[in-house]
Nanobody, 115 residues
Framework: QVQLVESGGGLVQPGGSLRLSCAAS????????MAWYRQAPGKQRELVAR???????IYAGSVKGRFTISKDNAQNTVYLQMNSLKPEDTAIYYC?????????WGQGTQVTVSS
């Protein structure tokens, strides 16, 4: 079973930046589109950005122009560069396939944007 391990979260001030990483135990990035999702307290999990096997990207309107998704197939890692962070970006961030393919969710990485 593929394992997904997210890292890179933390506490950052509004306007700051963070880079999240998601490492997979298998070579699923070459087969499936991968995505970053987030879940804020009291809200449903939402799609933030996705990247196709060929590298095409799509972003949620709320993060377009501020976040960049990328991947390194050789390292089985997908990244999320987050710039100009806002308090409303506070959430636990997860990676998984898009669409979901019944791979278990990782533990996620907490991002807190606060002054």
């Amino acid at each position: 079973q593929v394992q997904l391990v997210e890292s890179g979260g933390g506490l950052v001030q509004p306007g700051g930046s963070l880079r999240l990483s998601c490492a997979a135990s298998g070579s699923i990035f070459r087969i499936y589109a991968m995505a970053w999702y987030r879940q804020a307290p009291g809200k449903q999990r939402e799609l933030v950005a996705r990247i196709a096997p060929g590298g095409g990207t799509i972003y949620a309107g709320s993060v377009k122009g501020r976040f960049t998704i990328s991947k390194d197939n050789a390292q089985n890692t997908v990244y999320l560069q987050m710039n100009s962070l806002k308090p409303e970006d506070t959430a636990i961030y997860y990676c998984n396939t898009y669409p979901l393919m019944n791979y278990n969710w990782g533990q996620g990485t907490q991002v807190t944007v606060s002054s």
